[in-house]
């Protein structure tokens, strides 16, 4: 089996499509395999008719800790046709509801794929965090305007200029979270709330999350697109080269000079 497909689960029941983030023992990181594989399930999950619902979900330890920094390093995203960004555009025009279920640390995509999601549930340990300035590098997946849309242009700043992390009970006063549970009941509350959504119209469901990001989703794409650009120009110049190799020989990144 392909190790990718092992660390993305795909599991569809009644209506519900559950892609579990399976990589544990890595922090759930993605690698560039992991991109395609999450782009062709959002891709299958899109075309089939019996799916009403996505589902996202890590461990009760650890949803995401974003990138593979190695894998990255040797697969960088240098073109709009790179996984990640197949992803990023699967996520930004997903026709159906999308819930997330949060425990542990949520880093770079784990965080901002979130601003995608339809509904987030959280556990008590979630941990959010948007590093891109600290890696020499900008935002992505939208968030430089998804961000200010919906934590507010200030917390936003907050969270991506510094880079810094905030607690799930931040994240649900701004808005990011909808509840905050134990961590061992977070998986199981959003497959309640996705059977919840399941046994609804699903035209009603697609038309309602249509009309709710009316004219959003081309403005949304075309800054994936720009991020994206800007990313892949960041990843070659000095401030990330520093800060990739500072994180290789576990050191902090000296930036005085870039």
Not at 122 to 130: E, H, K, Q, R
């Amino acid at each position: 089996m392909n190790p990718s497909t092992q660390d993305i689960l795909v599991h569809t029941e009644a209506g519900v499509c559950t892609i579990t983030f399976h990589r544990v023992d890595k922090k759930n990181s993605f690698t560039a395999a992991m991109y395609a594989t999450l782009a062709a399930a959002l891709a299958a999950a899109e075309a089939d008719p019996q799916v009403r619902v996505l589902v996202f979900q890590g461990d009760a330890t650890v949803f995401s800790a974003g990138n593979d920094i190695t894998d990255f390093l040797e697969r960088p995203p240098l073109d709009q046709n790179a996984p990640v960004f197949q992803v990023l555009r699967g996520l930004a025009s997903f026709p159906k509801p999308m819930i997330a279920a949060v425990c542990g640390p949520a880093v770079g995509l784990g965080t901002t794929m979130l601003f995608h999601c339809d509904l987030v549930y959280a556990g008590d340990n979630a941990v959010f965090s948007m590093p891109f300035v600290n890696l020499g590098l900008c935002p992505e997946a939208g968030s430089s305007l998804l961000a200010p849309q919906i934590l507010g242009y200030h917390r936003a700043a907050e969270a991506l200029l510094f880079g810094e992390p905030f607690l799930a009970e931040a994240a649900l006063e701004a808005g990011l979270v909808n509840r905050v549970v134990p961590p061992t009941e977070c998986n199981a509350l959003a497959q309640v709330q996705a059977k919840k959504l399941a046994a609804k119209p699903l035209s009603s469901l697609i038309e309602t999350k249509r009309l709710l990001k009316k004219g959003q989703t081309p403005a949304v794409l075309e800054r994936i697109a720009e991020e994206a650009e800007t990313f892949s120009r960041l990843l070659t110049a000095p401030a990330a080269r520093e800060a990739f190799t500072a994180f290789l020989e576990k050191r902090r990144p000296d930036f005085s000079k870039v």
